[in-house]
């Protein structure tokens, strides 16, 4: 797939670009406390007890590569941030949906970010003028019409216990 360069996309596309971008490549970074609690996988060794939080993926146009699921924190100004997340994972794809469960230190308020890596390259691939060539949802099934959802419109409370989100894939 060719990529072009920056500099030539639409300005709401350059920033969806970049963020999703900063979602895909950036390692994660060791949480401070005040990013938000702990966050692991359920199956970790070391996964808090208390909170779950399920996460559904829905909507993938075909069964292959990953659908990627990232959780931020509280804070508004980390959200899709480079190096900014509190846990990832990366569901193998075997139908057009997914499934993960996160456990997290305590209840509060967190956003997900998702995408499709298609071809499982771990990058979020883009068309020739810019667009997205994969799948991406948020939070909330936050519209991105314009560009990347506020903070507020994707984030959401985890109370105390299991807690279940859905988020549709769009192309």
Do not use: K
């Amino acid at each position: 797939m060719a990529r072009r360069t920056i500099g030539s996309r639409a300005p709401w596309c350059q920033s969806a670009v970049l963020a999703l971008a900063a979602l895909v490549l950036a390692p994660p970074a060791a949480a401070a406390p005040e990013d938000g609690p702990r966050v692991t996988a359920c199956t970790a060794p070391d996964a808090p007890q208390g909170q779950r939080l399920h996460v559904t993926v829905t909507g993938a146009r075909r069964a292959a590569g990953n659908a990627t699921i990232t959780i931020y924190g509280p804070r508004p100004e980390r959200f899709l941030a480079s190096r900014a997340y509190l846990v990832r994972q990366r569901i193998p794809l075997r139908t057009t949906s997914a499934e993960a469960c996160f456990a997290l230190a305590a209840p509060g308020t967190y956003a997900i970010a998702v995408y499709h890596d298609e071809n499982d390259d771990h990058d979020f691939n883009r068309t020739l003028i810019g667009m997205p060539a994969e799948g991406y949802g948020f939070s909330n099934d936050a519209p991105t019409v314009t560009g990347l959802p506020s903070f507020d419109a994707v984030r959401f409370t985890v109370p105390p216990g299991e807690s279940r989100m859905t988020i549709r894939l769009r192309y």
